[in-house]
């Protein structure tokens, strides 16, 4: 297989997606969700009838997609949950938190960017897509949103790396500021990590999810101590995890430090 090299200054904020979209602003004005019923509608067809189906071909036909350990989401199969997970592709990030999470519908949360798109973007809200806010009215309806559909026993997964790194082998260091909604809300937080591993007769490497959890934020503790404690707990479970990748498609290399 032969291995790109890309070059990174900073883990936190650096992106690597391709995709060159100019996002619109999220402002008081975008409805999260709707009621009416044409709209719950168009969300089973968009989401169970058109995207899942080929999505869940795709991962199997193209990745060899397997995922190990997805019972232990059935551990809170009462509730709602927050998922969070790596980074490591424009498309497969998108599919399989719904892989892990079904029959419950998983909503996700991402940059305006995904409902920007000419045609594509009119569609992801009817998938699952909750975009980030702008200013303080958008923040409001966007909690209500995300509280609603925890209420309503749905998944919330959360991408807290932020940014793609296609095929990346690690897990990059993460902000605890996404790991407040489940502590908000009072309910469970898995993880998801995604590997990458070696196939004999194939370039393409074969996309192995774990999946861990349910974690529960520390009673002892409070505020920002009780936030770190959890991100922590969740961060050292992927980091664990990635341990798993056998073949690194893309190597990436601090800028400034020698390519051993």
């Known amino acids: 297989m032969d291995q790109q090299v890309i070059y990174y200054e900073d883990e936190l904020n650096d992106e690597f997606s391709t995709a060159v979209i100019t996002p619109k602003k999220i402002d008081e004005n975008y409805q999260y969700i709707y009621s009416g019923a044409w709209k719950k509608f168009t969300h089973f067809f968009w989401y169970r009838i058109i995207a899942t189906p080929p999505a869940y071909l795709y991962l199997k036909l193209y990745f060899g997609h397997r995922i190990v350990n997805r019972g232990a989401v059935k551990q809170a199969k009462n509730t709602g949950w927050f998922l969070y997970g790596n980074h490591t592709h424009f498309l497969a990030d998108?599919?399989?938190?719904?892989?892990?999470?079904?029959?419950?519908?998983?909503?996700?949360?991402?940059?305006?960017?995904?409902?920007?798109?000419?045609?594509?973007?009119?569609?992801?809200?009817?998938?699952?897509?909750?975009?980030?806010?702008?200013?303080?009215?958008?923040?409001?309806?966007?909690?209500?949103a995300v509280e609603t559909r925890i209420l309503q026993k749905h998944a919330v997964t959360i991408y807290p790396e932020a940014h793609i790194w296609p095929y990346y082998t690690g897990i990059r260091p993460f902000k605890d500021t996404s790991l407040r909604y489940p502590i908000q809300q009072k309910?469970?937080?898995?993880?998801?990590?995604?590997?990458?591993?070696?196939?004999?007769?194939?370039?393409?490497?074969?996309?192995?999810?774990?999946?861990?959890?349910?974690?529960?934020?520390?009673?002892?503790?409070?505020?920002?101590?009780?936030?770190?404690?959890?991100?922590?707990?969740?961060?050292a479970t992927m980091t664990e995890r990635s341990r798993l990748n056998t073949v690194e498609k893309i190597k990436y290399i601090k800028k400034g430090e020698k390519d051993d």
């Not at 938190?97 to 594509?120: A, C, E, G, Q, R």
């Open 94 to 144: 998108a599919l399989i938190p719904t892989m892990i999470s079904t029959p419950k519908d998983t909503y996700v949360i991402v940059h305006p960017n995904n409902v920007s798109m000419p045609f594509l973007g009119r569609i992801t809200p009817s998938l699952g897509a909750l975009p980030l806010p702008d200013d303080a009215g958008a923040t409001k309806n966007f909690l209500q």
């Open 187 to 235: 309910v469970p937080v898995f993880c998801f990590t995604n590997t990458y591993q070696k196939r004999k007769w194939r370039k393409t490497p074969r996309l192995v999810t774990y999946v861990d959890g349910p974690f529960y934020p520390d009673p002892a503790l409070k505020g920002p101590v009780q936030r770190k404690e959890l991100r922590d707990r969740v961060y």
